[in-house]
Protein backbone atom coordinates (compact mmCIF):
# COMPACT_ATOMS: atom_id res chain seq x y z
CA UNK A 1 0.00 0.00 0.00
CA UNK A 2 1.04 3.82 -0.42
CA UNK A 3 3.63 4.65 2.29
CA UNK A 4 3.43 8.78 1.25
CA UNK A 5 0.10 10.58 0.61
CA UNK A 6 -0.09 13.85 -0.53
CA UNK A 7 -3.38 15.69 -1.23
CA UNK A 8 -4.67 17.27 -3.99
CA UNK A 9 -3.61 15.11 -6.71
CA UNK A 10 -4.42 17.55 -9.10
CA UNK A 11 -5.86 21.49 -8.63
CA UNK A 12 -6.69 24.81 -10.94
CA UNK A 13 -6.70 27.95 -9.36
CA UNK A 14 -6.54 31.81 -10.66
CA UNK A 15 -3.33 33.68 -11.41
CA UNK A 16 -2.31 35.33 -7.69
CA UNK A 17 -4.08 33.10 -5.27
CA UNK A 18 -2.13 30.70 -2.81
CA UNK A 19 -2.31 26.98 -3.27
CA UNK A 20 -1.25 24.97 -0.03
CA UNK A 21 -0.15 20.89 -0.90
CA UNK A 22 -0.14 18.47 1.86
CA UNK A 23 2.16 15.54 1.88
CA UNK A 24 1.46 12.91 5.08
CA UNK A 25 3.86 10.17 5.79
CA UNK A 26 1.74 6.98 6.70
CA UNK A 27 2.27 5.12 9.90
CA UNK A 28 5.55 6.36 10.21
CA UNK A 29 7.63 9.88 11.41
CA UNK A 30 9.55 11.62 8.56
CA UNK A 31 11.61 14.13 9.91
CA UNK A 32 13.03 15.16 6.39
CA UNK A 33 10.71 15.02 3.52
CA UNK A 34 11.47 16.25 0.08
CA UNK A 35 9.90 18.14 -2.43
CA UNK A 36 10.23 18.09 -6.16
CA UNK A 37 8.79 19.96 -9.22
CA UNK A 38 8.72 18.32 -12.63
CA UNK A 39 7.41 20.57 -15.79
CA UNK A 40 5.59 19.11 -18.40
CA UNK A 41 7.84 16.48 -20.55
CA UNK A 42 11.20 17.08 -18.35
CA UNK A 43 12.70 15.50 -15.54
CA UNK A 44 12.08 15.63 -11.44
CA UNK A 45 13.79 18.48 -9.68
CA UNK A 46 14.53 19.10 -6.15
CA UNK A 47 12.72 22.11 -4.93
CA UNK A 48 13.68 21.92 -0.87
CA UNK A 49 14.53 19.61 1.75
CA UNK A 50 11.97 19.86 4.95
CA UNK A 51 12.62 19.83 8.13
CA UNK A 52 10.51 18.98 11.21
CA UNK A 53 11.25 21.72 13.86
CA UNK A 54 13.30 23.45 11.84
CA UNK A 55 13.32 25.96 7.97
CA UNK A 56 13.16 24.33 5.20
CA UNK A 57 16.41 24.16 2.93
CA UNK A 58 15.96 25.52 -0.81
CA UNK A 59 17.87 24.57 -4.08
CA UNK A 60 19.30 27.06 -5.67
CA UNK A 61 16.98 29.32 -8.03
CA UNK A 62 14.00 28.31 -5.60
CA UNK A 63 12.08 31.18 -4.51
CA UNK A 64 11.57 30.90 -0.70
CA UNK A 65 9.38 33.41 -0.13
CA UNK A 66 7.22 32.16 -2.99
CA UNK A 67 7.18 28.08 -2.12
CA UNK A 68 6.69 28.03 1.35
CA UNK A 69 7.14 24.30 3.70
CA UNK A 70 5.83 24.12 6.88
CA UNK A 71 6.80 20.68 8.22
CA UNK A 72 3.70 21.40 11.39
CA UNK A 73 4.78 17.55 12.43
CA UNK A 74 6.50 13.99 12.10
CA UNK A 75 3.97 12.83 9.62
CA UNK A 76 2.96 16.31 7.91
CA UNK A 77 4.54 18.36 5.49
CA UNK A 78 3.16 21.41 3.39
CA UNK A 79 3.70 23.11 0.12
CA UNK A 80 2.46 26.77 0.02
CA UNK A 81 2.56 28.07 -3.65
CA UNK A 82 1.25 32.02 -2.87
CA UNK A 83 0.82 34.07 -5.79
CA UNK A 84 0.67 31.19 -8.07
CA UNK A 85 1.19 32.51 -11.78
CA UNK A 86 0.81 30.36 -14.95
CA UNK A 87 4.36 29.34 -14.97
CA UNK A 88 4.20 28.25 -11.27
CA UNK A 89 2.24 25.26 -13.13
CA UNK A 90 3.65 22.18 -12.48
CA UNK A 91 3.71 18.88 -11.34
CA UNK A 92 4.81 18.69 -7.69
CA UNK A 93 5.76 15.67 -5.34
CA UNK A 94 6.97 14.98 -2.63
CA UNK A 95 9.16 11.96 -1.02
CA UNK A 96 9.53 10.81 2.65
CA UNK A 97 11.96 8.26 3.79
CA UNK A 98 10.80 5.61 6.24
CA UNK A 99 13.88 4.33 6.54
CA UNK A 100 17.90 5.86 5.33
CA UNK A 101 17.92 5.56 1.73
CA UNK A 102 15.14 4.89 1.14
CA UNK A 103 12.78 7.08 -1.33
CA UNK A 104 9.16 6.61 -1.39
CA UNK A 105 7.49 9.50 -3.38
CA UNK A 106 3.26 10.53 -3.18
CA UNK A 107 0.76 10.51 -5.81
CA UNK A 108 1.73 14.05 -6.77
CA UNK A 109 -0.03 17.38 -7.37
CA UNK A 110 -0.98 18.54 -10.82
CA UNK A 111 -0.94 22.58 -10.30
CA UNK A 112 -3.12 24.58 -13.26
CA UNK A 113 -2.74 28.30 -12.82
CA UNK A 114 -5.08 29.88 -14.72
CA UNK B 1 28.50 17.19 -8.69
CA UNK B 2 26.59 13.70 -9.19
CA UNK B 3 24.57 13.94 -12.66
CA UNK B 4 22.30 10.66 -14.13
CA UNK B 5 22.22 10.16 -17.99
CA UNK B 6 19.54 8.74 -19.67
CA UNK B 7 20.42 9.09 -23.40
CA UNK B 8 17.13 7.52 -25.21
CA UNK B 9 14.29 9.98 -25.07
CA UNK B 10 12.21 7.45 -26.10
CA UNK B 11 11.69 4.30 -27.54
CA UNK B 12 9.25 2.12 -29.08
CA UNK B 13 8.93 -1.65 -29.19
CA UNK B 14 6.72 -4.17 -30.29
CA UNK B 15 4.67 -6.47 -27.64
CA UNK B 16 7.19 -9.16 -26.63
CA UNK B 17 10.40 -7.51 -27.52
CA UNK B 18 12.87 -6.85 -25.06
CA UNK B 19 13.99 -3.53 -24.53
CA UNK B 20 17.39 -2.07 -22.56
CA UNK B 21 17.46 1.23 -21.15
CA UNK B 22 19.89 2.85 -20.38
CA UNK B 23 21.23 4.91 -17.63
CA UNK B 24 25.44 6.14 -16.57
CA UNK B 25 26.14 8.69 -13.81
CA UNK B 26 28.76 11.10 -12.60
CA UNK B 27 29.38 11.05 -8.72
CA UNK B 28 32.60 11.90 -6.73
CA UNK B 29 31.27 9.52 -4.02
CA UNK B 30 32.95 6.38 -3.19
CA UNK B 31 28.94 5.23 -1.54
CA UNK B 32 25.89 5.86 -3.07
CA UNK B 33 22.56 4.49 -4.08
CA UNK B 34 21.02 4.26 -7.48
CA UNK B 35 17.59 3.80 -8.54
CA UNK B 36 15.02 3.22 -11.29
CA UNK B 37 11.39 4.55 -10.93
CA UNK B 38 8.45 4.30 -13.26
CA UNK B 39 6.10 6.64 -14.23
CA UNK B 40 2.86 6.16 -16.19
CA UNK B 41 0.52 8.78 -17.35
CA UNK B 42 -1.11 9.16 -14.01
CA UNK B 43 2.07 10.67 -12.73
CA UNK B 44 2.98 8.44 -9.85
CA UNK B 45 6.21 7.44 -9.44
CA UNK B 46 6.72 3.60 -8.75
CA UNK B 47 10.11 2.05 -7.11
CA UNK B 48 11.36 -0.46 -8.90
CA UNK B 49 14.79 -0.49 -7.68
CA UNK B 50 17.71 0.47 -4.85
CA UNK B 51 21.04 -0.73 -5.67
CA UNK B 52 23.85 0.33 -3.51
CA UNK B 53 27.36 1.02 -4.85
CA UNK B 54 28.59 -1.77 -3.12
CA UNK B 55 26.51 -4.22 -4.69
CA UNK B 56 27.31 -4.80 -8.42
CA UNK B 57 25.72 -8.35 -8.38
CA UNK B 58 22.74 -7.96 -11.13
CA UNK B 59 19.50 -8.01 -10.63
CA UNK B 60 16.24 -10.37 -11.63
CA UNK B 61 12.83 -9.69 -10.66
CA UNK B 62 10.34 -11.28 -12.96
CA UNK B 63 10.90 -9.67 -16.69
CA UNK B 64 12.37 -6.98 -15.02
CA UNK B 65 16.56 -7.04 -14.92
CA UNK B 66 19.41 -4.54 -14.15
CA UNK B 67 22.21 -4.66 -14.68
CA UNK B 68 25.08 -2.43 -12.78
CA UNK B 69 28.36 -1.90 -14.05
CA UNK B 70 30.66 0.13 -11.58
CA UNK B 71 33.35 0.29 -14.46
CA UNK B 72 31.70 2.06 -16.52
CA UNK B 73 29.18 3.90 -14.39
CA UNK B 74 26.24 2.56 -15.85
CA UNK B 75 23.25 1.13 -14.28
CA UNK B 76 20.59 -0.44 -17.24
CA UNK B 77 17.32 -2.06 -17.22
CA UNK B 78 16.17 -4.53 -19.15
CA UNK B 79 12.63 -5.61 -19.70
CA UNK B 80 12.37 -8.89 -20.79
CA UNK B 81 9.06 -9.49 -23.01
CA UNK B 82 8.17 -6.04 -23.13
CA UNK B 83 4.21 -5.41 -22.43
CA UNK B 84 1.39 -2.70 -23.43
CA UNK B 85 1.42 -2.04 -19.40
CA UNK B 86 5.52 -1.13 -19.51
CA UNK B 87 4.41 1.66 -21.78
CA UNK B 88 5.67 4.76 -19.37
CA UNK B 89 8.18 7.17 -18.65
CA UNK B 90 11.45 5.30 -17.08
CA UNK B 91 13.40 7.22 -14.54
CA UNK B 92 17.12 6.37 -13.06
CA UNK B 93 18.23 8.38 -10.29
CA UNK B 94 21.27 8.36 -8.19
CA UNK B 95 21.70 10.06 -4.16
CA UNK B 96 24.39 10.11 -2.10
CA UNK B 97 24.50 7.63 1.06
CA UNK B 98 22.03 9.60 3.82
CA UNK B 99 23.99 10.77 7.04
CA UNK B 100 20.41 11.04 8.50
CA UNK B 101 17.12 9.54 7.50
CA UNK B 102 16.16 10.78 4.18
CA UNK B 103 18.02 11.64 0.72
CA UNK B 104 17.45 13.40 -2.03
CA UNK B 105 17.48 12.19 -5.78
CA UNK B 106 19.05 13.70 -9.03
CA UNK B 107 16.95 12.18 -11.60
CA UNK B 108 17.89 11.32 -14.91
CA UNK B 109 15.98 13.29 -17.86
CA UNK B 110 13.72 9.60 -18.05
CA UNK B 111 13.19 7.28 -20.95
CA UNK B 112 9.65 7.67 -22.50
CA UNK B 113 8.53 3.67 -23.41
CA UNK B 114 6.20 3.07 -25.64
CA UNK B 115 5.40 -0.56 -25.88
CA UNK B 116 2.47 -1.57 -29.29
CA UNK B 117 0.46 -4.06 -29.89
Known amino acids: GAVVSQHPSWVICKSGTSVKIECRSL??????MFWYRQFPKQSLMLMAT?????????EQGVEKDKFLINHASLTLSTLTVTSAHPEDSSFYIC??????????FGQGTRLTVV | AQKVTQAQTEISVVEKEDVTLDCVYE???????LFWYKQPPSGELVFLIR??????QNEISGRYSWNFQKSTSSFNFTITASQVVDSAVYFC??????????????FGAGTILRVKS
Open chain 1, 95 to 104: SAPRQPAEAF
Open chain 1, 27 to 32: DFQATT
Open chain 1, 50 to 58: SNEGSKATY
Open chain 2, 27 to 33: TRDTTYY
Open chain 2, 51 to 56: RNSFDE
Open chain 2, 93 to 106: ALSEVPLIVGNKLV
